[in-house]
């Protein structure tokens, strides 16, 4: 029986640290350093920020959010965010990891930081867990589903990973995830 519990935990701490990334690219584009609130409609508009944009001016990478983020909202006194999709948004990283983003994902962005979060999710396992905060530790990027949390080097979150594919769209070839092998317990 002990053996069999500590394979689970094993296995699901492994998933929760995949949950984690998803979430990180799903966060991204919820920055920005404006000093109104703002609604990005078009983000190609040379005029306005992109929602990737905004959260370079965190320091996060903008392959948090998957590609085709529509715009943002932030409210620069409070840091309460809001990112805005065009519909719901799911994948699977590496075949093993599914992700769902829905159309609005909100919480609170400082540098470094993204807390209380609603609107991404991980399944582990069996079981599908709201991610409620990602952050930025020099090159790793941390997830956590509240009782847990994962850490993955940036460099997993330069490119945005796209609906329906992720990061295999139009290719045979898997890309490789890296994470680091960590998984704390909050």
């Known amino acids: 029986m002990a053996k069999l519990s500590f394979s689970i935990m094993s296995l699901m701490a492994t998933n929760l640290t995949l949950f984690f990334f998803f979430f990180f690219l799903l966060l991204s584009p919820l920055a920005t350093s404006s000093p109104t609130p703002i609604t990005i409609t078009n983000p190609i508009e040379d005029d306005k920020k ?6 370079a001016d965190f320091n996060f990478p903008q392959g948090l959010l998957p590609k085709g983020a529509l715009g943002y909202e932030l409210d620069q006194s409070t840091g309460g965010f809001k990112a805005f999709l065009n519909g719901s948004c799911s994948f ?12 609005t994902i909100s919480g609170y962005i400082s540098q470094n930081k993204l807390t209380s979060l609603t609107g991404v999710s991980v399944k582990i396992l069996f079981l599908w867990l709201n991610i409620v905060e990602v952050g930025r530790d020099g090159d790793d990027i941390y997830f956590s589903v509240g009782i847990a949390s994962a850490s993955f080097p940036i460099d997993n979150f330069y490119e945005c990973p796209q609906c329906g594919c992720g990061l295999n769209c139009g290719s045979q070839q898997v890309r490789k995830f890296r994470f680091n092998p960590f998984v704390s317990s909050s």
Do not use: M, R, T, V
Request: charged share 20%.
């Open 50 to 55: 992109s929602a990737y944009d905004a959260l």
């Open 92 to 103: 699977s990283l590496e075949g093993s990891y599914d992700l769902k983003y829905q159309s």
